[in-house]
């Protein structure tokens, strides 16, 4: 084997620190990566795979290599890290102009999904997180930070910690995720966040030490202890931001300063809700392709910032539960809906405002240049235009935002320092704006002027030598030189130093020339260096404003939010809701946001809801498929989660008293991957709702019971109904869909039970779906007619009538013991007779029975009947 160069020792010496990355190691103007490494890169980025050492005598003894170019390595780097790729960058760590031999080199920075800073790697109106999960027997915490803003935030949870942390983690969705030993043992946690959020995965145990954690939160966030932080007695709060912080300044090797402010969720800041919810409500993303047209978030995103962007998704995505908080938002949305003007010219500032957060990042990171820095000055210099506009617009949190520090030193020492078009390098020159640095204006005119500068010395030695003929010329060999015809040359002066002897000339130097050469030949790098030098003063400078910019970005944010939600309720027709503390839900006119957007071709039809803590607790929702039943309740839901971010609500009028968290289960889907059929995965989501509901929670339940025989599910259906009324165990409000039309007789015998159905009329062999709630139970499902809406054959209709009349008029039990009963109005068990069935059903208390307890007896009961 041949003997390896000392580069490529180099090379294996920093790789087998960094194992678990691609190596971009630079050399000139490429980065290369060899072996392993460079035939996977060769593989993911369709490069070319070659080798350093074509004359190996095998090529199994060659080195495979690859590489790219430094100056656009991003848009490659990019392509890797989508793939789930880590990239460590190793960079020279000396100039080799000045370095004999091998120039020392060291990783500089690990690039991963959820570290990334770039912009080109970073969606403008969407954070990118990384995480960590921890977890012990006692309690659990997940810290969250996007490093390119410096956004950084935990929330630690004491009861079923591994449910709430997944909620948590379905809110953020991280890109990377790193995980204590505790949380990677935690099987359907850790299964969770690999597959469910597609997370890239690390363990590191060792990050989690309590002690050192918190010696990191205390220096990271400049406090003596953590109880000044909110985290007194939160040890898993502590371990699980320590554990991210130790991550964090591993990967990234620079300076973390806009990394200076903790936010801690406690219990009752925000509405929690689960993934299931989340995508059944489709909040930020639509549930056939994720993509975020058909969200809730399409309809409200018309904000103009990409930090007013991220800024709107965190509100939709985290609903508040204080009324006070709910209406200072609505206030703010309030004082801009109705100040059309004002609200029109703040919008077009805002248009032309980048994203101050990630600048902000680039600049204390000193990955930010010149155009970075200009764009910077500009977002800044737009401040006060907004804060005048804002000055006769009334509301608490306006004037907040009217009042945040504009840093009007930080738009007028770029304006200053930085050139209006600067280059993308900052090594390379013209970045600094003439008048800014006297030395660099120097330099400056003499690369610029160095032809003007000889000339004229030239003028002046013939004028002081008399020497008509004198000229200064130069070559690459000897540089610049003083020509004298040799019948002038014994006129020069005596310090004029010969410097070579032709056949018709002598050539000569003096000082002040040889001072004007290396001026000359010198000022190009001289100037180059001399501006990065200042340049990176100026962002050094800027860097320390880290605080108040992060202030300003965060005020612009605000307002263009606002801004956004004023204009999308001025355009959509939106009323602004009425929220307290009363359990009332009462909406007049309500509407599907996302439906009525795109259902151009007819107009929405509007439906009341009303519900309460005491009469009207749980509606039962009776009618035809297709008529509408998931997208009204949908669309209560959506409307309770709209006014609780502070958002208009698409309604004549809205009276929300605050939810604590939404539940749905909604829809068909299975889990294959996990060995669950659809029945198990709704029972699945059933029995969360159960669990974790409150009486001040929202509850959505589309057709419970489907997706098994007809006598379990409608068992199943009425006991989770039963238990969701009962005051004494749930007692949340609830809307209930079903095509058990059995279940309508509950209004007459639970309190708080409610019967509405869809409208619908036949006319003739046609069913129109009037798409109207009403008060009263359907008395038909019309599935045949629904199967013909869809398409289904004629052949099939007919048949499927026929066979519907024979079941309709047989008598009971002649096709079975599951015979729908479809113009039943209630249970009824007066075909039992006496005896022992009628003593079992008078001594049952319905008001302490059980969900699976209600589910054994009616087997018991059946198999009596049957028997």
Same mark, same amino acid.
Request: hydrophobic share 40%; aromatic share 6%; proline share 4%.
């Given at each position: ?64 290599? *690859?590489?790219?170019?430094?100056? !656009? ?49 970073? %969606? ?5 997180? =990384? *995480? ?11 810290a969250f930070c996007d490093v390119s803003t410096g956004e950084f935030c935990v929330a630690g949870f004491q009861e079923s910690p591994a449910a709430h942390m997944m909620n948590e983690l379905s809110r953020f969705m991280p890109r990377e995720a790193v995980l204590s030993a505790g949380a990677a043992a ?52 502590? *371990? ?16 973390? !300063?806009? +990394? ?58 985290? &609903?508040?539960?204080?009324? =006070? ?51 910077? $000055? ?24 009217? %009042? ?5 030193? /930080? ?28 030395? #660099? ?51 020069? &002066? ?11 000339? %002598? ?23 001399l501006e990065f030098r200042l340049f990176e003063e100026v962002r050094l400078r800027v860097a320390g404003e880290v605080s108040r910019l992060q202030a300003l970005a965060d005020a612009v944010a605000e307002l263009d939010a606002l801004c956004a939600l004023a204009e999308v309720a001025v355009r959509n027709?939106?009323?602004? &809701? ?8 009462? +909406? ?16 929405? =039809? ?6 309460? *803590? ?28 709209? #006014? ?6 698409? #309604? ?16 068909? !889907?299975? @889990? ?16 969360? /709702? ?12 589309? %057709? ?10 409608? #068992? ?35 309190? $708080? ?19 109207? /709630? ?18 289904? &054959? ?21 096709? $079975? ?5 479809? @113009? ?13 069935? /009628? ?29």
């Amino acid at each position: 084997m041949a003997e390896l160069t000392p580069m490529k020792r180099q090379y294996n010496e920093i790789k087998s620190q960094h194992t678990d990355c691609l190596l971009f190691f630079r050399l000139g103007d490429f980065y290369e990566m060899f072996d392993e490494d460079a035939v996977t890169a060769s593989r993911e980025l369709d490069l070319t795979l070659t080798t350093r050492d074509r004359n190996a005598e095998s090529p199994e003894a060659r080195t495979p290599m *690859c590489g790219v170019p430094y100056h !656009s390595c991003e848009a490659y780097i990019a392509r890797l890290i989508a793939k789930g790729y880590k990239v460590a960058i190793c960079e020279q760590t000396e100039d080799p102009a000045l370095v004999k031999g091998l120039v020392s080199r060291d990783v500089i920075r690990i690039i991963t999904p959820g570290t990334v800073t770039a912009s080109a790697m970073l %969606e403008e109106g969407r954070p990118n997180y =990384v *995480c960590a999960v921890y977890l012990d027997v006692t309690a659990g915490a997940v810290a969250f930070c996007d490093v390119s803003t410096g956004e950084f935030c935990v929330a630690g949870f004491q009861e079923s910690p591994a449910a709430h942390m997944m909620n948590e983690l379905s809110r953020f969705m991280p890109r990377e995720a790193v995980l204590s030993a505790g949380a990677a043992a935690d099987a359907a946690l850790s299964a969770f966040i690999a597959k469910k959020l597609g997370c890239l995965v690390e363990n590191g145990e060792s990050r989690f030490d309590y002690m050192q954690s918190a010696a990191r939160v205390c220096e990271r966030f400049g406090v003596s202890d953590v109880d000044s932080l909110g985290l007194a007695g939160d040890s898993a709060s502590v *371990c699980a931001a320590g554990g991210l912080l130790s991550y964090i300044i591993e990967t990234q090797k620079f300076d973390l !300063s806009h +990394i200076n402010t903790l936010d801690v969720f406690t219990a009752g800041r925000f509405m929690e809700l689960d993934y299931t919810a989340r995508r059944n409500l489709e909040l930020t993303g639509n549930l056939r392709t994720g993509e975020k047209k058909g969200s809730l978030l399409w309809v409200l995103d018309r904000t103009k910032t990409p930090m007013g962007g991220r800024l709107l998704r965190a509100w939709t995505e985290r &609903p508040l539960l204080s009324p =006070v908080a709910i209406r200072r938002r609505l206030a703010a949305v309030q004082a801009l809906f109705s100040a059309n003007v004002a609200r029109g010219e703040l919008i077009e500032i805002l248009r032309g405002i980048g994203d101050i957060q990630r600048l902000v990042g680039r600049v204390v990171y000193g990955t930010a240049n010149g155009r970075d820095l200009l764009a910077l $000055g500009s977002c800044c210099g737009a401040f006060p235009a907004l804060t005048a506009l804002l000055g006769d617009i009334r509301s608490p949190m306006l004037r907040a935002i009217a %009042e945040t520090d504009p840093v009007p030193q /930080i738009p007028d020492l770029i304006a200053r320092a930085i050139c209006d078009e600067p280059p993308f390098s900052v090594r390379e020159g013209g970045i600094l704006r003439e008048g800014f640095s006297e030395e #660099a204006d120097s330099l400056r005119g003499l690369r610029d002027n160095g032809v003007q500068m000889v000339s004229a010395l030239e003028r002046r030695e013939r004028e002081r030598t008399s020497i008509r003929k004198l000229k200064i010329g130069y070559n690459r060999v000897f540089g610049y030189y003083i020509d004298v015809p040799r019948a002038s040359s014994e006129n020069v &002066p005596e310090e004029y130093i010969r410097k070579q002897t032709l056949s018709t000339s %002598e050539r000569f130097f003096t000082q002040e020339l040889k001072e004007l050469e290396s001026t000359l030949l010198t000022a190009r790098d001289r100037l180059e260096a001399l501006e990065f030098r200042l340049f990176e003063e100026v962002r050094l400078r800027v860097a320390g404003e880290v605080s108040r910019l992060q202030a300003l970005a965060d005020a612009v944010a605000e307002l263009d939010a606002l801004c956004a939600l004023a204009e999308v309720a001025v355009r959509n027709g939106y009323t602004m &809701p009425e929220v307290d503390l009363s359990g009332q839900l009462s +909406i007049t006119a309500g509407r599907h946001p996302v439906v009525e957007k795109t259902q151009s071709e007819t107009l929405f =039809v509007p439906n009341d809801t009303f519900m309460n *803590c005491a009469g009207d607790r749980v509606a039962i929702i009776t009618g035809p498929n297709m008529a509408g039943k998931s997208t009204y309740m949908r669309q209560t839901a959506l409307i309770v989660l709209m #006014a609780q971010m502070g958002s208009f609500v698409p #309604a004549k009028s809205a009276v929300i008293g605050v939810v604590d968290r939404v539940f749905t289960r909604i829809g068909a !889907s299975d @889990d294959l991957a996990g060995g669950k059929s659809t029945f198990m995965v709704e029972m699945v989501e059933v029995a969360e /709702i159960l669990r974790y509901a409150t009486a001040s929670s929202l509850i959505i339940l589309d %057709e419970i019971g489907r997706g098994t025989s007809t006598y379990d599910g409608m #068992a199943i259906a009425r006991a989770v109904l039963e238990y969701c009324a009962d005051r004494r165990r749930l007692g949340a409000k609830t809307l209930f869909a079903t095509h058990y039309h059995e279940l309508s007789a509950l209004e007459e015998q639970l309190e $708080g039970v409610r019967n509405y159905s869809i409208s619908a009329k036949k006319r003739g062999g046609d069913l129109i779906f009037l798409r109207k /709630i009403v008060k009263g139970a359907a008395d038909d499902s019309y599935g045949v007619e629904v199967a013909k809406l869809a398409g289904v &054959p004629d052949s099939v209709i007919s048949r499927a009538k026929r066979c519907l009349a024979e079941l309709e008029s047989a008598p009971r039990g002649a096709h $079975g013991p599951e015979k729908p009963a479809r @113009d039943d109005a209630q249970l009824s068990f007066s075909d039992f007779g006496s005896g022992e069935i /009628i003593e079992k059903l008078r001594a049952v208390s319905l008001d302490t029975l059980t969900p699976i307890e209600a589910m054994n007896l009616l087997y018991a009961l059946k198999k009596k009947v049957d028997a």
